[in-house]
């Protein structure tokens, strides 16, 4: 299982946002569509950062509210982790994992191509799984 097949199912779009604007729209944004990143990319669909609600979290625990009037690029992560469409399931899971992230930009010829999140690729594996048991199964009852 890849990547390109868990974008093939769940779509490509990818929520961003310009570097210039202020981490209260960041948090705006993320409460208003229910997600835990987005994606900071520059004019060419390039990605510039990444800013999670922990980022935000941990700017305001240390600066208070008046945090939030900050640019996104003040927090971002700029050496944002990318995969590729060909990466597996397991290398994307290590990837995640060894850098303690939940989401990872997808980049195809440099470019913002879709975003993974450690949900979609946990649902993938037991479905993997679930399909790997089911064909055990189906082999020892026809044995």
């Known amino acids: ?5 868990i974008l093939d199912s769940k779509g490509r779009d990818v929520v961003t946002i310009a570097a210039d604007k202020t981490l209260g729209e960041a948090a705006a944004l993320l409460a208003d569509r229910g997600i835990g990143a987005i994606v900071v990319k520059s004019g060419d ?18 600066e208070g509210p008046g945090a939030l009037k900050k640019p996104v690029s ?24 060894e850098g303690r992230f939940r989401h990872l930009p997808v980049e195809k010829d440099g470019r913002l ?4 999140s450690i949900g979609d690729v946990v649902k993938r594996r037991i479905q993997e799984v679930e399909r790997e048991a089911e064909e055990i199964r189906t082999y020892i009852a026809t044995a």
């Open 1 to 5: 299982m890849t990547v390109k097949a």
């Open 45 to 62: 669909d390039r990605i510039s950062g990444i800013l999670s609600e922990r980022d935000i979290v941990r700017v305001i625990a240390g």
């Open 74 to 97: 003040a927090v971002m992560t700029a050496r944002v982790k990318v995969c590729r469409e060909d990466h597996t399931v397991t290398e994307v899971m290590q990837i995640m994992t």
């Open 113 to 116: 191509a879709g975003i993974v």
